[in-house]
């Protein structure tokens, strides 16, 4: 049902809803921000200037080694900081 624009109100406190209740945006303006933004982020790029060379990365490769998921099946580990990183799970993990 739409509201009507005229007589009684049907809310006790006597206000209406608008028909369009929702956000008006402004879109002249939120494209005029854009604009800026995009702008701002070619200058930055250009006075960037200088690139690092991407870092090469080794290609993924099979395990050597088996996994052995049967010994832990239905068992828990409880890991905290002084747990040997070969039960915490980072065997092979490279640290940074």
């Known amino acids: ?7 009684g109100s049907s809310s006790s406190s006597g206000m209406q ?10 879109r002249d303006e939120f494209e005029k921000i854009a604009i ?5 982020e070619i200058e930055a ?4 200037g200088y690139k690092a060379p991407a870092v090469k990365r080794d290609f ?3 395990r050597d080694y088996r ?9 828990s580990i409880v890991i905290t900081k002084t747990t040997p990183q070969s039960q915490s ?3 092979g993990r490279a640290h940074v």
């Not at 790029?45 to 960037?48: G, I, K, L, M």
Request: neutral net charge; hydrophobic residues 25%; aromatic residues 2%.
């Open 1 to 7: 049902m739409a509201h009507s624009s005229g007589g």
């Open 17 to 26: 809803r608008p028909d369009d209740h929702r956000r008006k945006w402004d």
């Open 36 to 40: 800026k933004r995009i702008e701002a």
């Open 45 to 48: 790029a250009e006075n960037e």
């Open 60 to 62: 993924l490769r099979q």
């Open 67 to 75: 996994v052995d998921l049967d010994s832990k099946l239905g068992k």
């Open 89 to 91: 799970g980072e065997i």
